[in-house]
T-cell receptor, first 114, second 117 residues
C-alpha cells in the first residue's frame, strides 16, 4: 500500500513568488492535514480538508491557502513568499476524522525562499 | 488553548540504556487525544501511539512503554534497552475531539534523542 506522497520534495523560490505543493493521501483516506515545520516555531497546523471542504484552520495569514480535489488529493498554495516561509511542509492523511485510526505523514516538501 | 511542553530538548544515551521522554500537556477539553511521533532524518513523522483521555492504562509495545497520568497532565514515553536506530526526534502531540481526533494536532517542540554505540 503506497504511503502519503508529497511533491516536490525540494523547492527553491524567490521572495514574492508563489508556490503550490501537492499531497496524495493513502488510497481511501479522505482527510488531509497540512503542517509547517520550522526550527523556531516547530510543527504548526495549517489546515485540514475533508471531502473537499476545509474543516479546520490554523493561525496562518491568508497567503496560505489550500484545496482538496474529489480524489482526496490536496494542494496548498503560498502566495507572495517571504523568507520566513522557508520550512518543511508536511501533509498527513487519515481514513476519517473521528475513527480510531492514526494519521500518516508524508516525507514533506522542503521549501527554501531566497 | 491547548499546549504541549517537552522540557527536554536533547538527550544522549549509550546503547542499552533506558531513557524516558517527558511530555506535559494543557487543554480545557475533557475529551482529547495524545500522540507520540518519531521523526527520523528522512523527515516523515512516524506514528507510535495514540491514547484518548478516557484511557489511562499504561501501554507497552516491545521496548516502548507509555505512562499516561491525567492527575499530572503527563504522557511520558520510555524506551527500554535503547538502540542506535532509536536515534531521532520524538514529538508529543495533542488533539481535541471537537476538532477531530486526527486533526489540528498541537505538537511539542520535540526531543532529539541520540543513542551512541
Amino acid at each position: 500500500k503506497a504511503g502519503v506522497t508529497q511533491t516536490p520534495r525540494y523547492l527553491i523560490k524567490t521572495r514574492g513568488q508563489q508556490v503550490t505543493l501537492s499531497c496524495s493521501p493513502i488510497s481511501g483516506h479522505r482527510s488531509v492535514s497540512w503542517y509547517q515545520q520550522t526550527p523556531g516555531q516547530g510543527l504548526q497546523f495549517l489546515f485540514e480538508y475533508f471531502s473537499e471542504t476545509q474543516r479546520n484552520k490554523g493561525n496562518f495569514p491568508g497567503r496560505f491557502s489550500g484545496r482538496q480535489f474529489s480524489n482526496s488529493r490536496s494542494e496548498m498554495n503560498v502566495s507572495t513568499l517571504e523568507l520566513g516561509d522557508s520550512a518543511l511542509y508536511l501533509c498527513a492523511s487519515s481514513l476519517a476524522r473521528q475513527t480510531n485510526t492514526e494519521a500518516f505523514f508524508g516525507q514533506g516538501t522542503r521549501l527554501t525562499v531566497v | 488553548a491547548q499546549k504541549v511542553t517537552q522540557a527536554q530538548t536533547e538527550i544522549s544515551v549509550v546503547e542499552k540504556e533506558d531513557v524516558t521522554l517527558d511530555c506535559v500537556y494543557e487543554t480545557r477539553d475533557t475529551t482529547y487525544y495524545l500522540f507520540w511521533y518519531k521523526q527520523p532524518p528522512s523527515g516523515e513523522l512516524v506514528f507510535l501511539i495514540r491514547r484518548n483521555s478516557f484511557d489511562e492504562q499504561n501501554e507497552i509495545s516491545g521496548r516502548y512503554s507509555w505512562n499516561f497520568q491525567k492527575s499530572t497532565s503527563s504522557f511520558n514515553f520510555t524506551i527500554t534497552a535503547s538502540q542506535v536506530v532509536d536515534s531521532a526526534v520524538y514529538f508529543c502531540a495533542l488533539s481535541e475531539a471537537r476538532t477531530g481526533a486526527n486533526s489540528k494536532l498541537t505538537f511539542g517542540k520535540g526531543i532529539t534523542l541520540s543513542v551512541r554505540p
